[in-house]
């Protein structure tokens, strides 16, 4: 018999937490299909977020460290300046990336940091219970806007990608989606680029993935199309897929 | 080695840090301790170190929590607000048992109060100030000299432990100019070994881990309770203190950093009026110097508890003594400054009119 697909050495045969129907299990095998690909895993550090991919210092097979919400930039700042023979990403949700974290991730973009950005928008608060993200899209219901978000009282959802690539020290960000077969193919590469980037030395690279959450945005456990339509026709519209900055070229 | 420089409180503390390794700095601009990150940036590519002006003390106490995972000797520093504001990463730094190094130039608070040297902070300092149970090791300064000799006890603490160090000074000695005397040879980070627990190139070992969580039932118990097994190491080992004219003293001052230095001018104005003063000055603030306290009881009949804050330090006192003799405060808050005279005329309250304990003699 031939063995035709392998989990990556770089993810650990371990159980992972995630409920059934998030992204984050596809995108963690990702990152590590891309450590592997790379063959990076024995330099890697990678920085868990606080949320749902809070454990992710027990999935990945390199050098981890957990910090405080929001703060993985600085933390992946601090680990890379120190030792600059490593290679360093963060691995963060919208609430932890875009809320909490807003000014870490803005100014490790400033700064063009050598390091790699995941960021897992799935638009809502997984960990605590489905509470509004500031990714919520307007009219969509939250633990913390039973009735919908509304503009008037919540503002209106943040594109990330869309702002960072303003900031002249942010070298590459895409937005992708884990949703479809091709979107997580084109997730791997961009994943693989963001690396790529930071092994040649070119500077602040994020991929912005949307995902889903089933479980917090209550559509059905048992038909997973509920959750992927909502990517489609809920998120897309709101978070257009593409790059939005490749600086790589010519920084180089 | 003996090599004398004239330098600042803060210019020495940094060139301190240096000296014993430190080859990262992250800070951000507050008053006044701006000297310090200032001569960083340009002294730490000198030494093939990295310097990064953060975007706010959060932020730098996070880079500071990443770099301490790698093993490497790093530094933040910032005054009261943005100590603050570090809290949190400090929190963080003990509970992942990391060894950083923070300068704390204390001014005058709550909230922004001012930007002059004060002594408020000594609470949020040796209590932990941020959440959780742990202990922070830190050591106060009360020259020149010492603010850039003390960064190499904490480097050796802090990586002899695993614990987060302190130095705990104001800005008044943050900004006085005096000769430094760095006592200590310098270290060459390379010739340190790499902790069998830092984060980096994990070639031909398994992958590490840094964290603080734990959440299996009773999974923090454990990492607090064999944490608390090294604080008793430090609190047995690392303890100091320096004593003055006590050997025939009827009254010990007890005091602090600078308000230590207040003391002797008092402690020899008192002598002059014949008065049997003597001063104890605590270098480690925790672990703070209990038992030698306890010891001067048996022979010193009461206590004078100096300080430039609504009176911290005198419970750590009041803590160790435990009744044993009297304790009296002699307090300032909001950063303003005490004098020897005042100080001397509070001791011939005490000694000559038999004021009450425990009271601030004002």
């Known amino acids: 018999m031939q063995l035709l697909n392998k989990k990556p050495e770089s993810l650990l045969d371990v159980k992972m937490h995630y409920c059934p129907g998030c992204g984050h299990g596809i995108i963690h095998r990702l990152v590590a299909e891309v450590m592997d690909e790379l063959g990076i895993r024995e330099r890697t550090v990678g920085v868990a977020p606080v949320g749902c991919a809070v454990f992710a210092d027990t999935y990945f097979n390199c050098d981890m460290i957990q910090g405080p919400h929001g703060r993985g930039p600085a933390e992946a700042t601090g680990i890379k300046r120190a030792r600059p023979d490593t290679i360093v990403f963060s691995y963060q949700g919208d609430g932890d990336l875009a809320s ?153 | 080695m003996a090599e004398k420089k004239l330098m600042k409180g803060n210019e020495a503390l940094a060139e301190g840090a240096i000296r014993a390794g430190c080859r990262f700095f992250a800070g951000y601009p507050i008053t006044p301790q701006n000297e310090i990150p200032e001569y960083m940036s340009w002294r730490m590519p000198q030494v093939g170190g990295a310097f990064v002006q953060a975007e706010s003390e959060v932020s730098a106490i996070n880079m500071i929590y990443g770099a301490g995972a790698t093993g490497v000797r790093c530094m933040t520093s910032s005054s009261s607000p943005g100590i603050s504001l570090k809290q949190e990463g400090i929190s963080y730094c003990a509970g992942a048992d990391l060894p950083v190094f923070i300068g704390n130039v204390m001014r005058g608070g709550p909230g922004l109060g001012n930007i002059a040297g004060a002594q408020g902070d000594y609470w949020q300092a040796t209590r932990g100030g941020g959440h959780g149970d742990y202990r922070t090791f830190v050591m106060a300064p009360n020259c020149v000299t010492e603010l850039g000799n003390f960064p190499h006890k904490c480097f050796e603490v802090s990586f002899k432990y695993r614990i987060p160090s302190m130095v705990l000074t104001d800005g008044l000695l943050g900004q006085m100019m005096e000769p430094v005397d760095f006592k200590h040879p310098e270290i060459d980070p390379k010739s340190l070994p790499e902790p069998d627990w830092a984060l980096g190139v994990a070639r031909g070992r398994g992958k590490r881990i840094v964290k603080s969580y734990d959440l299996k039932e009773g999974g923090v118990e454990i990492m607090v309770n064999e944490r608390v ?36 001018a008092a402690m020899k104005m008192a002598r002059e009026k014949g008065l049997k003063v ?58 303003s400054l005490i004098t020897a005279e005042e100080v001397c005329a509070a001791l011939e309250k005490i000694m000559k009119k038999g004021a009450k304990e425990y009271a601030a003699v004002k």
């Open chain 1, 100 to 252: 909490i974290g807003m000014a870490e991730i803005v100014h490790a973009a400033i700064r063009s940091e050598n390091i790699t950005v995941i960021f897992v928008n799935n638009a809502i608060y997984g960990m605590t219970g489905g509470q509004m993200a500031p990714t919520t899209l307007l009219g969509q219901k939250a633990t913390t806007c039973v009735e919908g978000r509304t503009a008037k009282q919540a503002g209106y959802p943040i594109k990330m990608s869309e702002m960072l690539a303003t900031v002249d020290g942010a070298v590459y960000l895409e937005r992708t989606t884990v949703h479809t077969a091709p979107g997580v193919l084109k997730t791997k590469a961009a994943i693989k680029k963001a690396f790529q980037n930071q092994v040649d030395g070119k500077g602040f690279s994020m991929v912005e993935i949307l995902s889903m959450c089933p479980t917090n945005w209550g559509t059905r456990l048992d038909n997973p199309s509920e959750a992927t339509k909502f990517v489609a026709e809920g998120m897309q519209p709101v978070f257009p897929l593409g790059v939005y900055k490749d600086a790589g070229a010519e920084k180089k």
């Open chain 2, 229 to 264: 097994k090294r604080y008793q190491r430090i609190e047995a080992s690392e303890v100091m203190y320096e004593e003055k004219m006590l050997e025939d003293a009827e009254v010990a001052l007890v005091a602090y950093g600078i308000s230590a230095r207040v003391s002797v």
């Open chain 2, 278 to 335: 003597g001063l104890f000055r605590p270098i480690t603030l925790w672990p703070f110097p209990k038992a030698r306290l306890v010891e001067l009881s048996a022979r010193i009949k009461s206590f004078v508890v100096v300080e430039m804050s609504l009176g911290q330090m005198v419970e750590d006192v009041l803590l160790s003594l435990n009744g044993r003799a009297p304790v009296h405060l002699y307090a300032k808050p909001g950063a």
